[in-house]
């Protein structure tokens, strides 16, 4: 098998830093409201986010999978955002 794919090549770079005054506990709490907001904007029951989610169809989620499907849910949730979550 061959090494990282390109996006866990991309999720390994740094990660941002929180704001002033914001604590990360916040800001993982803030990033995953924007993740339950794009899901709910999408109508997505458990089972169709689920089958989303897995997408080589294993039954595990991959941190690519996760970070593949969230990416695609909205434009306003970035990857450095998702990098501060997984």
Known sequence: ?????????????????????V??????????KRICEAVERQRLTIKQLNA??????????????????IHNLSDSITLDHIRIVV
């Open 23 to 32: 604590t990360n506990m916040q800001l993982v709490f803030s990033i995953l």
């Open 1 to 21: 098998m061959g090494g990282p794919s390109v996006l866990e090549q991309s999720m390994s770079k740094g990660l941002i830093q929180a704001k002033k005054g």
């Open 52 to 69: 989303a989610l897995d997408i080589n169809k294993t039954g595990y989620l991959s941190r690519a999978e996760f970070v593949t499907v």
